[in-house]
């Protein structure tokens, strides 16, 4: 494969610096302390970043110590030696397979799209599209990182830059780079028109957007297309493949280092044959790809580019469905889309379809007879579909499953987790072909894999975890080079928390030719056999609780912590809740309006339905862009600082946890904060405001208003009686414990809930009895 330039300068956040000298993030922010002449960070909205030429100059005088030397490196190496040789990695690492070639996605690169993604996308691009802004963000991330020359004639003109007016001539510039960048790769697509399109609300804007996405890293580049698939509520045609999925298409068909023709004729952003490079490296093969649309074909060249590839891509093609011959592809990864029918025109009528003629206005399996004509015999394919393409009824379509079942074609079909696209909940299956003259097995593999993947905000994702889990089952199937008995791979997926079955090609003849795995896996008269592991899971989890509870208990029968009768509460404190706590209500409606809030990235906003039980809860539904937070840090949490509401029915306060700091009040709450010099434990106070008489007294303050609220000056009259320090922490430690216990308690219950429907599974299919 051709290598592109792989060359970075410009700016970096702490992150970027740690990475690259491998050492933890921390150790450059004591260094930015403790040294009074470590480079000054340059400002980019609420994100610091440093130049790479003052960070080098800075290191040159640094020793590594010898115990945290690498291998090959000798005493006395500095870390500017290391800086100078890591171009964005860690040093030491050396990439062979898609695990340890995929970009790094940090917290930093997260944070530096929700700006990007957020109301600054707004400001940026006025009536231009979304799309418009995308491809800004693009070219700015990819130029950054691997053309310095070009970037640092950017950051001239932006240095030079004296406000509106330079606006245009900035846009140019950046659209004559772009232009320039595609061409000199090989892209004659047009994105500077696009650049152009543009119309900033501000010069600082302008430069603001350039800058974040400038800081970013290499990971980020798909985190921005994700942002922008789920924003703009793409069609099938358009949105993105998520990037687990595109790793296990390349993990199921390809292997390290091979050296193969990889196609994807329907590239989109080019995730696809980026998988395929991340697995098999820069092996000597080819990647290429075909697409239908010249903006996504530019965003794939960048993507390519940005890991180091020369892009291979066309969009000229002249017949959807052109005639055999066309391609000699190894290996293609695709993921077409879905339930769409080609443009007007004679591609339909002059196709090849050696398995039959697609149905009129579904190109579904169109699609699936172009990759097997694209590849040259014995060669295999990934390919996205549907899952209801597995047994649709349409007649035309039933047949082509029929001979794709009769000659072989297809070697396993895989139901993944739901809801893995950002624009789109459509389950989808991953089907391997394979292009052979004649059978070579008489078993096809199905795999129901839809409990497998992690939520993540309004998305599943394929962990690592999750794509090993599946090829320890299908590549061996694939390679034909163990499990002689078919049962083999049912108890190997069910050991790996999923269902497998192989199924002779014979039988799914009395299935409709169904290639959907459910029909195997979970149909017939009473559904397939319950799986064995999900019982033991369940058996050990609710044995697990029960030596939790026995351990907990032993601890309160030996604790100190026990209860007596007490003299009351005289000679106790007694105090205003002002005088004991800063009282902080949430920013004005007028300040903080619901158009700024956002329902998937940026900083958690805590509303009174997310105080439950006393604690706030992990994932509140509203959050508000990073650069909108950074202006209403006077409403951030602490740890112990505690929430209460401030308008509507009252509920018992919360308690903020380690990892809620930094999250915002919403308007409709108030934060108590216990002062440095109050004699008065949090955790103390925060139980103390869940008694009855407290609830009630904050409860009849706030219903002397129309609408509920409780104004902080009333707050701050609710009377506190309190006892010492030490046997305030008396308390809490004994209310601690109990609750402890009771939640323990309740997860028992519910993991024996969960056991006896598993076992009822069972029990009612006859693969368990009662002793």
């Known amino acids: 494969m051709e290598s592109a330039r792989d060359e970075q300068t410009g700016l970096l956040t702490r992150t970027q610096i740690a990475d690259r000298l491998g050492v933890k993030r921390p150790a450059v922010s004591n260094w930015t ?80 799209v929700d700006q990007l993604m957020g109301r600054l996308a707004d400001r940026v691009r006025g009536p231009a599209t979304m799309a418009d802004f995308v491809n800004l963000c693009l070219i700015v991330m990819y130029v950054r990182h691997a053309e310095p020359e070009q970037w640092h004639r950017i950051e001239n003109l932006i240095s030079a830059g004296q406000g509106a007016q330079d606006v245009q001539r900035l846009l140019r510039s950046l659209g004559d780079m772009a232009q320039d960048t595609l061409r ?95 697995h098999i490296g820069n092996a000597g093969g080819t990647v290429y790809g075909e697409t239908l649309d010249g903006r996504l074909q530019a965003v794939a060249s960048l993507y390519l580019l940005h890991l180091g590839v020369r892009p291979k891509l066309s969009s000229n093609r002249s017949d959807r469905w052109p005639p055999r011959g066309e391609h000699d592809a190894d290996v293609v990864l695709t993921n077409p889309p879905f339930n769409m029918s080609d443009a007007p025109g004679p591609g339909r009528r002059t196709g090849n379809w050696p398995y039959g003629a697609p149905p009129r206005g579904n190109d579904n399996f169109a699609w699936v007879q172009y990759v097997l004509e694209a590849l040259v015999p014995g060669g295999r394919a990934a390919v996205v579909m549907p899952v209801k393409a597995g047994n649709s009824v349409n007649t035309a379509e039933r047949e082509i499953r029929r001979e794709l079942v009769r000659t072989g074609s297809v070697e396993c079909v895989i139901t993944l987790p739901p809801h893995l696209f950002s624009a789109t909940p459509v389950p989808v299956s991953l089907w391997l072909l394979r292009r052979v003259d004649r059978p070579v097995r008489e ?12 939520r993540n905000r309004r998305r599943r994702v394929l962990r690592d975890a999750d794509r090993d889990a599946i090829t320890a089952v299908v590549r061996p199937w694939l390679d034909g080079s163990e499990c002689p008995d078919r049962g083999e791979y049912t108890l190997r997926a069910a050991d790996r928390g999923f269902s497998a079955c192989v199924v002779a090609r014979a039988d799914i003849v009395g299935e409709e030719y169904s290639l959907r795995p459910a029909d195997y896996l979970g149909g017939g008269h009473y559904g397939a056999g319950p799986v064995a592991a999900r019982l033991r899971e369940a058996g050990d989890e609710s044995a697990g609780f029960v030596d939790r509870l026995r351990l907990l208990e032993r601890r309160a029968a030996g604790t100190e912590y026990g209860y007596r009768p007490g003299p009351g509460p005289d000679g106790w404190e007694e105090a205003a809740l002002g005088d004991l706590c800063e009282i902080q209500a ?16 940026g900083v958690p906003l805590v509303f009174p339905q997310d105080l439950v039980g006393g604690k706030i809860v992990d994932d509140p539904r509203h959050r508000v862009p990073w650069e909108t937070a950074g202006r209403f840090k006077k409403f951030a949490v602490r740890p112990d600082d505690i929430v209460s509401v401030r308008t509507g029915a009252q509920q018992q306060p919360a308690l903020v946890s380690g990892s809620q700091a930094d999250w915002l009040l919403s308007p409709n709450v108030t934060r108590l904060r216990v ?56 308390c809490v430690e004994l209310l601690g414990d109990l609750g402890r216990r009771a939640e323990a308690y309740e997860a028992y219950a519910s993991a024996l809930g969960r056991l006896r429907a598993e076992l009822a599974e069972h029990l009612l299919h006859g693969s368990v009895e009662p002793l």
């Open 586 to 601: 949430g920013p004005s409606y007028t300040r903080l309006p619901a158009a700024a809030r956002t329902g998937d990235a």
């Open 33 to 112: 302390r403790r040294h009074g002449d470590f480079p000054t960070p340059v400002r980019s909205g609420d994100m610091e970043l440093f130049r790479e030429a003052e960070i080098a100059r800075w290191l040159v005088n640094r020793t590594i110590p010898q115990p945290q030397l690498l291998n090959g490196e000798q005493p006395g190496t500095t870390y500017a030696d290391r800086f100078g040789r890591t171009s964005g990695g860690r040093p030491g690492a050396a990439p062979k397979s898609a695990r340890s070639l995929s970009p790094r996605i940090g917290d930093e690169d997260r944070k530096a």
């Open 184 to 278: 000199r790769n090989g892209d004659r697509t047009d994105m500077r028109s696009s650049l152009l399109q543009l119309e900033p609300r501000s010069w600082d804007d302008l430069t603001t957007a350039v800058r974040t996405a400038a800081s970013a890293g290499v990971g980020a580049f798909q985190l921005v297309w994700e942002s922008f698939s789920a924003r703009e509520g793409l069609q099938s045609s358009e949105f993105c493949s998520p990037v687990g999925l595109a790793s296990l298409a390349a993990e199921l068909v390809l292997t390290p280092g091979q050296k193969a023709t990889v196609l994807d004729p329907y590239t989109r952003g080019g995730e696809m044959l980026a998988a395929a490079y991340r």
């Open 675 to 730: 002062r440095p010099t109050a004699e008065i434990d949090p955790l103390y106070l925060h139980a103390y405001l869940g008694l009855q008489y407290a609830r009630e007294w904050m409860a009849h303050r706030a219903a002397a208003t129309a609408a509920p609220s409780l104004s902080s000056a009333a707050l701050g009259y609710l009377p506190v009686r309190f006892p010492p320090i030490e046997q305030q922490r008396r």
């Open 443 to 454: 078993d096809i593999l199905f795999v129901d894999a839809q409990e497998l993947g992690e």
